[in-house]
């Protein structure tokens, strides 16, 4: 078999699990905490331009991610999901 083949079958699953439930850990966070995290991690924005995208200060974006890191933190406790468990 070739050894780009890709993972196991039961490991892809794995994945896509742990990926459903931080999507819903996501849409657990309030609109504001959830676009600056979108923002920052997913499209790769500097805090300034976060800032700039949502019309508020760097101070009340870096205030946002850090509110964030908490709850989505929890929310992927409450999932069954550790950083270590991220996809």
Request: charged residues 35%; aromatic residues 0%.
């Amino acid at each position: 078999e070739p050894a780009d083949a890709g993972p196991p079958a039961d490991r892809a699953a794995t994945a896509r699990d742990a990926r459903g439930r931080v999507q819903e850990a996501l849409a657990a966070l309030a609109p504001e905490h959830r676009a600056v995290v979108l923002l920052r991690l997913g499209h790769g924005l500097r805090l300034e331009e976060v800032a700039r995208a949502l019309d508020v200060t760097d101070r009340t974006v870096r205030n946002r991610l850090r509110a964030a890191a908490v709850l989505l933190e929890r929310e992927l406790r409450r999932r069954g999901l550790s950083r270590e468990d991220l996809p």
